[in-house]
Nanobody, 117 residues
Framework: QVQLVQSGGGSVQTGGSLRLSCAAS????????MAWFRQAPGKEREAVAA???????TYTASVKGRFTISGDNAKNTVYLQIDGLKPEDTAMYYC???????????WGRGTQVTVSS
């Protein structure tokens, strides 16, 4: 069983930065892919960024150049550095993990990011 513990998040003004963390317990197979999703009120959840065990990173188009996903294998932790925050980035952010990036099995509880103009 994998547990994901999220930290970070908060309220910032437009243009600010935040770093989200997600610490995973469990074997490396189950956390081969780790990803971040977000869900704004009244909207569907969307994938934001993902990183796999080979260090390959993918981003959704709307965050490219502003969001950076990284991982620390020794700590089994994934980070999401968010720069240039915009009000439309306001959402609950979730960490997820699994072997297949297209079918993630484990989810964190979420952390709120609120951006004010």
């Amino acid at each position: 069983q994998v547990q994901l513990v999220q930290s970070g998040g908060g309220s910032v003004q437009t243009g600010g930065s935040l770093r989200l963390s997600c610490a995973a317990s469990g074997d490396s197979y189950s956390t081969y892919c780790m990803a971040w999703f977000r869900q704004a009120p009244g909207k569907e959840r969307e994938a934001v960024a993902a990183i796999d065990g080979n260090g390959r990173r993918t981003y959704t188009a709307s965050v490219k150049g502003r969001f950076t996903i990284s991982g620390d294998n020794a700590k089994n932790t994934v980070y999401l550095q968010i720069d240039g925050l915009k009000p439309e980035d306001t959402a609950m952010y979730y960490c997820a993990a699994g072997f297949n990036c297209l079918d993630l099995d484990y989810w964190g509880r979420g952390t709120q990011v609120t951006v004010s103009s």
